[in-house]
C-alpha cells in the first residue's frame, strides 16, 4: 500500500514549491474514468447566506478575503489544489504543488454580483448540464455571488469532482470556508500533516496492522463474499425507460426533480418514524417502491402497459443500493486526528433488494378496483403493518452491510469492478467521437458474477439530519468539535480535531486564552442549501436530507433515458407514500391531485 502513501517529487526551492504525488486508490480512480467522461459525476453543492450585518458584506466577501479563507481551506485540504495525472503504467496520481494551494488558478475563484436567484441557477446547470468540461482542468472551484435584489444576500456555489469528495465531504468544506471567511486569519498546518490524512480507505484498513497472512486470507474471504452477493442479485425492473445499444457510453443529459416538504409534514413524518423506531433512510427504500409501485398501477390501468409486461414486472423483486460513509471504520489513529471530516472520497455501496411489488388485484383492470387520481390508494396496496416489515427488512441489510466483519475488503474486493467498468464507458465514449471500434473488456465477465436479467431500481442517498455537521451560523463557537480555528484538549470523542498545529508544543502544555464569550457574534447564516449533480449514463438517484427543520428529496436522473413527466409523477408519489405511511394513524387513504 506504500503507493498510497504520498512521496516528494520535487523538492527544488523555486517559486513553485515543494510538489507531492501519490496514486489514487482504486475509488478514485473509477471516478477519475467518470470524469474524463464528459464531467461526469462532478457535484455542486449551492448555498444562501445571509448577513447578519449586511454592511460587512463588502469586506467578509472582499477578493483579499475570499482569496485568504479560499488559501485557507485548500491548505488543510489540499486534495481540492491537487490535480489528477496519468502515467504511462495505467495508473493515475494526484499531484499537489505547495504553491498551487496559496496561490489561485484563473476561474478557480469567482466573485460577482447577480440580479436574482435565477443568475446562479444558470451557473449551475451550466456546470452540471450545458458545459460540464469547461473548468475541468480545475479540481475545485467557488462562486460567491452577491444578490442584487436582496442586498446581504449571497449564493455561494462550490464545485468539486467526485474522486475527491462524498457528501460528508461537501459539509465540511462549507462549514470549513463560511467558518474561516467570518473569522480572523489562522496558522495553517504543515503540508505533510495534511497531505498524510488524505489517503484512500485501501491505506486506512486496520488489518493492515495484521499479519500478512492474516491480511491475505480477509483478502481472499472478503472477494469471494463479494462475489457470492453479486451472484444472488437477479431479475428486478425500474421505472419505464429508453435504452439503446449506445446508452450506456452516452453521456446523461442531467435533469432533476426537487421536494421540499413543508415543516408540518416534515415534523409528521420524522415524528412517526420516532413513533416506529425506523430512520427515515432505512424506510426510503420502500416509499421508493411504493412510489413506483402506484405510478406502474396507474400505467397498467390505462392501458400503458400491456398485460405480458405487467405480468412479469408484479412478479420481480426490486434492487436499491447507494453509498455507505467508510470513514467510521477505517483506522482508529486516522479518525481520532480528525479523519472522519476530512475532505476526500471514502465511501463504499450497499445493496438492498426488496420483495416484488404489491398487486393485489392482479391483473384486473375491471371498475372493482378501486382508483384514487387513476391508481389504487396506498391503504389498498399495502397495509401500515406491511410497509414497516418491508422498512425493517432494508434496516436489517444495510446493518449487515456495515457490521460485516469484513466490511472493507468486501468493499475492496467491490472497486476493480468499478474501475473497469467506468473504463470501458469513458473508452467506449471516445473511440465513438472518434469513429473508431469499440475495444473490448473481456475481463469484466471474471470480475461480476451478477446474473444477465439483473435490473438496478435505483440508487438512493440519505444523509439525515445535516445540522450535526453542517450549523447554520458562522463563525462557529470556539468549543465547536468541527471549528478548525481552536485546538481542543481532548479531542471531541465524536469528530477528533480537524488539522493540527505546526507549534511543537505538547497538547498538555497548551493554554487557551478563555473567550471574552462563549458564543461568538454570528456574522452569516446558512439559509437554504441544496446539492447538484452530474449524473451519469441511466443515472436514476433519490437522495434526502434533514435541514432547518424540512425534509429535502431530489431525484436526479438522466433525460435521455427516463420521461421528465414520469420522474415528477414518481416525486409526487414518494411524497404521498412518505406522508400515508408515517403520517396520522387514524387518516384515512392518501389523496392527492397529480
Given at each position: 500500500m506504500s503507493s498510497y502513501h504520498w512521496s516528494l517529487v520535487n523538492s527544488t526551492p523555486t517559486a513553485g514549491g515543494r510538489t507531492f504525488a501519490r496514486t489514487l486508490g482504486p475509488a478514485e480512480h473509477s471516478f477519475y474514468y467518470d470524469r474524463i467522461t464528459n464531467g461526469t459525476a462532478d457535484i455542486l453543492w449551492h448555498y444562501t447566506l445571509k448577513l447578519v450585518d449586511p454592511s460587512q458584506a463588502a469586506s467578509l466577501f472582499s477578493e483579499a478575503n475570499v482569496g485568504r479563507a479560499w488559501a485557507t481551506v485548500k491548505q488543510y485540504y489540499p486534495l481540492l489544489g491537487a490535480c489528477m495525472e496519468p502515467q504511462t503504467d495505467g495508473t493515475v496520481k494526484f499531484i499537489v504543488n505547495e504553491n498551487a494551494l496559496v496561490h489561485h488558478q484563473p476561474d478557480e475563484i469567482t466573485i460577482q454580483t447577480i440580479e436574482s436567484v435565477e443568475d446562479a441557477m444558470t451557473l449551475i446547470w451550466r456546470g452540471v448540464r450545458d458545459k460540464p468540461t469547461?473548468?475541468?482542468?480545475?479540481?475545485t472551484r467557488v462562486f460567491v455571488l452577491a444578490r442584487a435584489d436582496q442586498p446581504g444576500t449571497f449564493e455561494v456555489i462550490f464545485k468539486a469532482a467526485h474522486a475527491i469528495s462524498d457528501a460528508m465531504s461537501g459539509a465540511t468544506l462549507a462549514r470549513t470556508f463560511f467558518d474561516v471567511v467570518s473569522a480572523p486569519p489562522i496558522q495553517v498546518p504543515a503540508l505533510e500533516k495534511r497531505l498524510a490524512m488524505a489517503l484512500p480507505s485501501n491505506a486506512l484498513n486496520p488489518s493492515l496492522k495484521m499479519s500478512l497472512a492474516r491480511q491475505r486470507w480477509r483478502r481472499a474471504i472478503g472477494k469471494v463474499t463479494f462475489m457470492n452477493m453479486r451472484s444472488k442479485l437477479s431479475g428486478g425492473h425500474t421505472l419505464p425507460r429508453t435504452v439503446t445499444e449506445k446508452t450506456y457510453?452516452?453521456?446523461?443529459?442531467?435533469?432533476?426533480?426537487?421536494?421540499?416538504?413543508?415543516?408540518?409534514?416534515s415534523r409528521a413524518i420524522l415524528d412517526g418514524c420516532r413513533r416506529h423506531k425506523v430512520t427515515f433512510g432505512s424506510a426510503i427504500p420502500v416509499i421508493a417502491q411504493m412510489a413506483l409501485t402506484r405510478l406502474l398501477h396507474r400505467r397498467y390501468l390505462r392501458g400503458d402497459i400491456f398485460l405480458e409486461e405487467w405480468e412479469y414486472r408484479r412478479r420481480q423483486p426490486m434492487h436499491y443500493g447507494g453509498p455507505v460513509n467508510l470513514r467510521p471504520y477505517l483506522d482508529e489513529e486516522w479518525q481520532r486526528a480528525g479523519g472522519v471530516s476530512e475532505?476526500?472520497?471514502?465511501?463504499?455501496?450497499?445493496?438492498?433488494?426488496?420483495?416484488?411489488?404489491?398487486?393485489?388485484?392482479?391483473?384486473r383492470r375491471d371498475a372493482g378496483v378501486p382508483r384514487v387520481d387513476g391508481a389504487p390508494p396506498y391503504s389498498a396496496l399495502l397495509s401500515r403493518p406491511r410497509f414497516f416489515h418491508r422498512a425493517s427488512l432494508a434496516k436489517q441489510q444495510l446493518a449487515r452491510t456495515v457490521r460485516h466483519p469484513l466490511l472493507l475488503e468486501i468493499a475492496h474486493a467491490r472497486q476493480p469492478l468499478y474501475v473497469t467498468r467506468k473504463k470501458k464507458i469513458a473508452v467506449h465514449w471516445q473511440a465513438d467521437l472518434k469513429g473508431e471500434l469499440l475495444p473490448p473488456f473481456p475481463e469484466l465477465d471474471?470480475?461480476?458474477?451478477?446474473?444477465?436479467?439483473?435490473?438496478?431500481?435505483?440508487?438512493?442517498?440519505?444523509?439525515?439530519?445535516?445540522?450535526?455537521?453542517?450549523?447554520?451560523?458562522?463563525?462557529?463557537?470556539?468549543?465547536?468539535?468541527?471549528?478548525?480555528?481552536?485546538?481542543?484538549?481532548?479531542?471531541?470523542?465524536?469528530?477528533?480535531?480537524?488539522?493540527?498545529?505546526?507549534?511543537?508544543?505538547?497538547?498538555?502544555?497548551?493554554?487557551?486564552?478563555?473567550?471574552?464569550?462563549?458564543t461568538p457574534a454570528v456574522v452569516l447564516q446558512i439559509v437554504d442549501s441544496q446539492t447538484y449533480l452530474h449524473g451519469r449514463p441511466m443515472e436514476f438517484i433519490l437522495s434526502s436530507a434533514t435541514a432547518r427543520g424540512h425534509i429535502d428529496l431530489t431525484l436526479t436522473y438522466d433525460a435521455n433515458v427516463y420521461r421528465t413527466e414520469d420522474a415528477e409523477e414518481y416525486m409526487r408519489e414518494c411524497r404521498l407514500a412518505a406522508l400515508y405511511y408515517f403520517g396520522n394513524e387514524e387518516a384515512g387513504p392518501t389523496k392527492g391531485k397529480l
Open positions: 469547461e473548468d475541468s482542468h480545475i479540481m457510453r452516452t453521456p446523461a443529459t442531467t435533469s432533476r426533480v426537487f421536494l421540499r416538504l413543508s415543516s408540518a409534514d475532505m476526500l472520497l471514502m465511501i463504499d455501496y450497499y445493496d438492498c433488494t426488496l420483495p416484488f411489488m404489491p398487486s393485489p388485484y392482479g391483473a471474471k470480475l461480476d458474477h451478477v446474473s444477465p436479467d439483473y435490473c438496478f431500481s435505483g440508487a438512493l442517498s440519505s444523509i439525515g439530519d445535516m445540522t450535526a455537521i453542517l450549523p447554520d451560523n458562522y463563525p462557529l463557537p470556539p468549543t465547536h468539535p468541527l471549528s478548525i480555528r481552536t485546538a481542543h484538549a481532548p479531542p471531541s470523542p465524536a469528530y477528533g480535531t480537524v488539522g493540527d498545529s505546526t507549534s511543537k508544543t505538547t497538547p498538555s502544555e497548551i493554554k487557551l486564552a478563555a473567550p471574552t464569550t462563549l
